[in-house]
C-alpha cells in the first residue's frame, strides 16, 4: 500500500496536457501514487474545470499534494488558491518551488506548462517534492494566511 505521502494528484488543461504526461511518468518512476484527474487529450478545455476537483481534493485532505500546469499557471493557481487550507505556489525555477516549500509549506505546485522547458519542470518538481517546510517563524505566517478577516476564518 502507498503511504499517504507518496501520494498525490495532478491535474492540467491543454496548455499543460503534454507536461502532465511527462511529470506523471516521472512521478510514477519516484514511486507515487498518482491520481490524474486529467485534461486528457491536448484538445481546447478550461482550466477551472480541472483544477476544482484537483484543488477540493487537498483542501479535504483526501489527497495531500498536488499538480496543476497550465499555459502561464496563473489561470489554476487563482482557482486551487480559493480553497481554505490549499497554498498553490506558481514556480518557475527550481528556486522558486524550494522556498514554496520551506517558507510557505505549499501543498500545491503550479507549473506554467508554456514558459518552462521540460527539464526545468522536472527539476521545479523535484525540488517542491524533496524539499521540508522549516515551520518556527513560517508556521505563524502560514496559519495566518487562513485568517485573513476578509476571505474569513477557516481555522477549525
Ligand atoms: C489557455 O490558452 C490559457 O489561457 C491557460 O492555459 C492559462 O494560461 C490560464 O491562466
Do not use: Q
Given at each position: 500500500m502507498t503511504t499517504d505521502a507518496k501520494r498525490i494528484a495532478i491535474a492540467a488543461d491543454h496548455a499543460g496536457f503534454a507536461l502532465k504526461q511527462r511529470l506523471e511518468a516521472v512521478l510514477a518512476g519516484l514511486g507515487y501514487d498518482v491520481e490524474d484527474l486529467g485534461t486528457n487529450s491536448p484538445a481546447s478545455t478550461d482550466y477551472a474545470d480541472y483544477g476544482h476537483p484537483l484543488a477540493a481534493g487537498v483542501s479535504a485532505g483526501r489527497v495531500?499534494?498536488?499538480?496543476?500546469?497550465?499555459?502561464?499557471?496563473?489561470?489554476?493557481?487563482?482557482?486551487?488558491?480559493?480553497?481554505?487550507?490549499?497554498?498553490?505556489?506558481?514556480?518557475?525555477?527550481?528556486?522558486?518551488?524550494?522556498?514554496?516549500?520551506?517558507?510557505?509549506?505549499?501543498?500545491?505546485?503550479?507549473?506554467?506548462?508554456?514558459?518552462?522547458?521540460?527539464?526545468?519542470?522536472?527539476?521545479?518538481?523535484?525540488?517542491?517534492?524533496?524539499?521540508?517546510?522549516?515551520?518556527?517563524?513560517?508556521?505563524?505566517?502560514?496559519?495566518?494566511?487562513?485568517?485573513?478577516?476578509?476571505?474569513?476564518?477557516?481555522?477549525p
Open positions: 495531500p499534494r498536488g499538480v496543476l500546469l497550465c499555459g502561464t499557471g496563473l489561470g489554476m493557481s487563482y482557482v486551487a488558491n480559493r480553497y481554505p487550507n490549499v497554498r498553490a505556489a506558481v514556480s518557475w525555477t527550481p528556486e522558486i518551488a524550494e522556498l514554496a516549500r520551506r517558507h510557505n509549506d505549499a501543498n500545491v505546485l503550479v507549473l506554467p506548462a508554456r514558459f518552462v522547458d521540460d527539464d526545468t519542470a522536472v527539476a521545479i518538481l523535484k525540488a517542491w517534492l524533496d524539499t521540508p517546510f522549516e515551520g518556527g517563524r513560517h508556521e505563524r505566517r502560514v496559519v495566518k494566511i487562513e485568517r485573513s478577516p476578509l476571505a474569513g476564518d477557516h481555522t
